[in-house]
T-cell receptor
C-alpha cells in the first residue's frame, strides 16, 4: 500500500557532527511536513515544504523537498544535545484528506 | 492561549472496563485526530474527523470508538474489546486534511 518511509530508523551522532535523515514516499506529495518529538513529549510541527526542490532553513536545520516531490531530507549541522528526539516526516498520500506519518528517525547524541 | 488539552495525563484501566480519553481544542480547527504510539514506535491513526458529526476509521480502529458532537471536542473511548490498550494516546487537530497538525500532551493508558 501507499506509505511514507524514513531512514535511518536510528541515528547515533557525536555532538558537533552533522547528519542527514531521509523521507521517501510511494507517491507524489502536495506537501511534506516535518515534526520533532522530544523523549516523553508530543510531536511538534517544525516546517512544511510545498514546492518542488524547495529548501528551507531553521537555524542549524536544513529541510529539502525533492524535485519529483516524492522525497525529502532533514540535515542537521553541528548537532547539539538539544537535537535529541524523534523526527517524523508526514505527507498527504490520498488527495486532501489526512496525513500519513513516516516511522520516524530516533536521534541520540553522544556528548 | 490557544491549544489542545488532553485529559487525564495518566489513566489505568481494569479488565472489561471501557475508558474515555478527553480531547478539547480552542484553535477553531475543523479536523481532529487520534493516534496511538507504542514505546519506540511511530504514530498509528485510530480515528479522524474532518467535520462535526462525521468521523472515519483510521488504520487501527478496532476496539475504539469516537464521537464528534462539538467542533471543540473529540473524545476517544477505549473499549473492553481492545485487548492490548497500553500505549501513549495522542490527539491532534488541524485546519484541514493535509494541513499541519497540532498535538496535545497525550494520555498514557495502562492496564491494572
Amino acid at each position: 500500500g501507499q506509505q511514507v518511509m524514513q531512514i535511518p530508523q536510528y541515528q547515533h551522532v557525536q555532538e558537533g557532527e552533522d547528519f542527514t535523515t531521509y523521507c521517501n514516499s510511494s507517491t507524489t506529495l502536495s506537501n511534506i511536513q516535518w515534526y520533532k518529538q522530544r523523549p516523553g513529549g508530543h510531536p511538534v510541527f517544525l516546517i512544511q515544504l510545498v514546492k518542488s526542490g524547495e529548501v528551507k532553513k531553521q537555524k542549524r536545520l536544513t529541510f529539502q523537498f525533492g524535485e519529483a516531490k516524492k522525497n525529502s531530507s532533514l540535515h542537521i549541522t553541528a548537532t547539539q544535545t538539544t537535537d535529541v528526539g524523534t523526527y517524523f516526516c508526514a505527507g498527504p498520500l490520498a488527495a486532501g484528506n489526512k496525513l500519513t506519518f513516516g516511522g520516524g528517525t530516533r536521534v541520540l547524541v553522544k556528548p | 492561549d490557544g491549544g489542545i488539552t488532553q485529559s487525564p495525563k495518566y489513566l489505568f484501566r481494569k479488565e472489561g472496563q471501557n475508558v474515555t480519553l478527553s480531547c478539547e481544542q480552542n484553535l477553531n480547527h475543523d479536523a481532529m485526530y487520534w493516534y496511538r504510539q507504542d514505546p519506540g514506535q511511530g504514530l498509528r491513526l485510530i480515528y479522524y474527523s474532518q467535520i462535526v458529526n462525521d468521523f472515519q476509521k483510521g488504520d487501527i480502529a478496532e476496539g475504539y470508538s469516537v464521537s464528534r458532537e462539538k467542533k471543540e471536542s473529540f473524545p476517544l473511548t477505549v473499549t473492553s474489546a481492545q485487548k492490548n490498550p497500553t500505549a501513549f494516546y495522542l490527539c491532534a487537530s488541524s485546519r484541514g486534511g493535509a494541513q499541519p497538525q497540532h498535538f496535545g500532551d497525550g494520555t498514557r493508558l495502562s492496564i491494572l
